[in-house]
């Protein structure tokens, strides 16, 4: 088992930054790849970045391309989603996610078997 906490979202305005960190316990050795989504009141989870613990491969989706810069840290078990010039649509709940098993890629919830509480990001405009 995996346990994830998100931590860090949080109110700022449209053009602001903010950082969410995502900090992993229980099996964290056999993680493979950890990931973020997102979804907006009304609208379905979407796929926002992932990173493989090793070797730290990132992918993106690409509204966040060029804003957004994910990372972890292996020994601290953290990964976190640096967000900058931040717009109004990218308000939600986001979440973070952890798989255990390696994957060709890590776009999908299906790919993913842990997830945290997930942290509110809002933007005003």
Not at 15 to 24: I, N, P, R, V, Y
Request: proline letters at 2%; a positive charge; hydrophobic letters at 35%.
């Amino acid at each position: 088992q995996v346990q994830l906490v998100e931590s860090g979202g949080g109110l700022v305005q449209a053009g602001g930054s903010l950082s969410l960190a995502c900090a992993a316990s229980g099996r964290t050795v056999s993680i493979y790849a950890m990931g973020w989504f997102r979804q907006a009141p009304g609208k379905e989870r979407e796929f926002v970045a992932a990173i493989r613990w090793s070797g730290g491969s990132t992918y993106f989706v690409d509204s966040v391309k060029g804003r957004f810069t994910i990372s972890r840290d292996n020994a601290k078990h953290t990964m976190w989603l640096q967000m900058a010039s931040l717009k109004p649509e990218d308000t939600a709940d986001y979440y973070c996610a952890a798989t255990i098993y390696y994957k060709r890629s890590y776009y999908t919830s299906n790919d993913y078997e842990y997830w945290g509480q997930g942290t509110q990001v809002t933007v005003s405009s």
